[in-house]
């Protein structure tokens, strides 16, 4: 059969023609799959035939998924669009508004990215600490206890596969594990639905965190020593080059690019910065059992399986906010519009608002937003500096109520100026300092605000 005559039959079954590259890339893919069945087995007859299912499976699921996510992006820039049209000469700050809410003279302010981003985390680890202290079981996940906290990564992971798991019999780490997997859900259920396409998994835990500067210090070497025989064979199903693959996540790790929400384009949802498409694939490290997963985390993790969820609510509401406001790609959505609204204005004569949106500035914002500003330049330094910030926020924090104080007198004036005695005032204005019991203490915590 001639290399024309094969090109012919891909073509057909595709639905149209194909690059010599495309051919290339879908033969590199069978031949990987078919690598790893025999591996597992399989004669290659076989193991042809299913890899050819599944690719064909994967390759119809990505084309509808790319046609929801185009008829997302198309009402988003409509709306995005809109709002820019409605005030001519100002776009520059519907652009900040959009990404901060800094403009609070736009209606449409309240729902920045940023906004929307606080509103969800705040929401949901006010609901996750309501419940974990609603059924007394708070004090037992802040202890931090190692035992403890091992138990809760082993009922997680029992919680998706009954079958390979063992049973602690630790009532609470049930109870904890059982909490916090209902907002790992809740967590994944509102990334769909803003346009990612994430699995439940089996043999699973928390989306794992690591801290890049422990990454960092222990070198590649190091860290894949300790990561390699922890991974689930599954890991590399797929994954031509083993070294290769390992030192490619192992440099995201250690640059702090894992915990940012933003980049680059894969195939299935197509164009630069795909953040739908990233967390739909971004669980590529699969441990083989909950004792390996916690050993890492132990290692190179930040903390507890409590600080590992809570990362993942930080980062995972980040994501929401920013393909709610921006779409599935949101810096390429965001510089498409950005210069789109620069051109018009420049073909209208207005180079001030022009020359306001082509500003660097605006990336910057953008990069604080997405969270590229936080990885660090010089590790050593941000940790100094992370200190300093901390000691003054501490020594702030000391002069609250004193700071406070004064502004009741003008409150007892205001309210009496609005019929309540000044006596009264000062009265309601100390107990409003003072706890003010447990079921206010939850309201606060279950809107978020606690």
Request: proline residues 3%; charged residues 25%; positive net charge.
């Given at each position: 059969?001639?290399?024309?005559?094969?090109?012919?039959?891909?073509a057909?079954a595709?639905?149209?023609p194909?690059?010599?590259?495309?051919?290339?890339?879908?033969?590199?893919?069978?031949e990987?799959r078919?690598?790893?069945?025999v591996?597992?087995?399989?004669?290659?007859?076989?193991?042809?035939?299913?890899?050819?299912?599944?690719?064909a499976?994967?390759?119809?699921?990505?084309?509808?998924?790319?046609?929801?996510?185009?008829?997302?992006?198309?009402?988003?820039?409509?709306?995005?669009?809109g709002?820019?049209?409605a005030r001519?000469?100002?776009?520059?700050?519907?652009?900040?508004?959009?990404?901060?809410?800094?403009?609070?003279?736009?209606?449409?302010?309240a729902?920045?990215?940023?906004?929307?981003?606080?509103?969800?985390?705040?929401?949901?680890?006010?609901?996750?600490?309501?419940d974990?202290?609603?059924?007394?079981?708070?004090?037992?996940?802040l202890?931090?206890?190692?035992?403890?906290d091992?138990?809760?990564?082993?009922?997680?992971?029992?919680?998706?596969d009954?079958a390979?798991?063992?049973?602690?019999?630790?009532?609470?780490?049930?109870?904890v594990?059982?909490?916090?997997?209902?907002?790992?859900?809740?967590?994944?259920?509102?990334?769909?639905?803003?346009?990612?396409?994430?699995?439940?998994?089996?043999?699973y835990?928390?989306?794992?965190s690591?801290?890049?500067?422990?990454?960092?210090?222990?070198?590649?070497?190091?860290?894949?020593?300790a990561?390699?025989?922890?991974?689930?064979?599954?890991?590399?199903?797929?994954?031509?080059d083993?070294?290769?693959?390992?030192?490619?996540?192992f440099?995201?790790?250690?640059?702090?690019?894992?915990?940012?929400?933003?980049?680059?384009?894969?195939?299935?949802?197509?164009?630069?910065?795909n953040?739908?498409?990233?967390?739909?694939?971004?669980?590529?490290?699969?441990?083989?059992?909950?004792?390996?997963?916690w050993?890492?985390?132990?290692?190179?993790g930040?903390?507890?399986?409590?600080?590992?969820?809570a990362?993942?609510?930080?980062?995972?509401?980040?994501?929401?906010?920013?393909?709610?406001?921006?779409?599935?790609?949101?810096?390429?959505?965001?510089?498409?519009?950005?210069d789109?609204?620069?051109?018009?204005?420049r073909?209208?004569g207005?180079?001030?608002?022009?020359d306001?949106?082509s500003?660097?500035?605006?990336?910057?914002?953008?990069?604080?937003?997405t969270?590229?500003?936080?990885?660090?330049?010089?590790?050593?330094?941000?940790?100094?500096?992370?200190?300093?910030?901390?000691?003054q926020?501490?020594?702030?924090?000391?002069?609250?109520?004193l700071?406070?104080?004064?502004?009741?007198?003008?409150?007892a004036?205001?309210l009496?100026?609005?019929g309540i005695?000044?006596?009264d005032?000062?009265?309601q204005q100390?107990?409003?300092?003072?706890?003010?019991?447990?079921?206010?203490r939850?309201v606060?915590?279950?809107?978020?605000?606690?």
């Amino acid at each position: 059969m001639s290399i024309e005559h094969c090109r012919d039959i891909i073509a057909k079954a595709a639905g149209r023609p194909l690059s010599l590259q495309e051919i290339a890339d879908i033969a590199d893919q069978v031949e990987t799959r078919i690598a790893a069945r025999v591996a597992a087995g399989q004669s290659r007859f076989v193991a042809a035939a299913q890899a050819g299912k599944t690719l064909a499976g994967e390759e119809l699921l990505a084309a509808i998924l790319e046609r929801r996510n185009a008829a997302i992006n198309l009402r988003i820039r409509q709306n995005l669009d809109g709002m820019a049209a409605a005030r001519p000469g100002r776009e520059h700050e519907v652009v900040r508004a959009v990404l901060t809410g800094v403009n609070r003279s736009f209606a449409d302010a309240a729902r920045s990215i940023d906004a929307t981003r606080h509103a969800l985390r705040d929401q949901m680890m006010g609901g996750l600490l309501h419940d974990l202290r609603s059924d007394g079981l708070l004090e037992a996940v802040l202890r931090r206890n190692k035992s403890f906290d091992h138990d809760v990564a082993i009922e997680l992971w029992a919680l998706r596969d009954p079958a390979s798991a063992r049973n602690t019999n630790n009532r609470q780490a049930i109870a904890v594990a059982r909490i916090l997997d209902r907002y790992q859900e809740a967590l994944r259920s509102q990334m769909n639905d803003a346009g990612a396409w994430i699995g439940r998994l089996d043999n699973y835990v928390v989306r794992q965190s690591h801290d890049m500067f422990k990454v960092r210090d222990a070198g590649f070497d190091a860290w894949r020593q300790a990561i390699e025989p922890r991974l689930d064979p599954r890991t590399f199903a797929n994954v031509p080059d083993r070294d290769t693959f390992l030192r490619n996540v192992f440099g995201n790790l250690a640059s702090g690019i894992h915990d940012t929400s933003s980049n680059v384009a894969l195939g299935g949802m197509t164009g630069p910065a795909n953040l739908a498409k990233r967390l739909s694939q971004d669980r590529v490290l699969h441990f083989k059992s909950p004792d390996a997963w916690w050993e890492y985390n132990e290692r190179f993790g930040k903390g507890a399986v409590i600080d590992a969820v809570a990362a993942a609510i930080e980062k995972g509401t980040r994501d929401v906010a920013l393909m709610r406001r921006l779409g599935t790609n949101p810096e390429a959505m965001f510089q498409n519009w950005v210069d789109g609204l620069a051109r018009k204005a420049r073909d209208r004569g207005d180079f001030g608002t022009s020359d306001r949106l082509s500003s660097e500035w605006n990336n910057r914002i953008l990069d604080v937003v997405t969270g590229k500003a936080d990885i660090p330049a010089n590790a050593t330094l941000a940790k100094v500096l992370a200190t300093v910030r901390t000691a003054q926020s501490l020594s702030k924090l000391g002069g609250v109520v004193l700071s406070s104080l004064p502004d009741m007198t003008v409150n007892a004036s205001m309210l009496r100026w609005n019929g309540i005695g000044v006596f009264d005032a000062y009265a309601q204005q100390m107990r409003e300092l003072l706890p003010q019991g447990a079921e206010r203490r939850a309201v606060a915590e279950s809107l978020g605000v606690g």
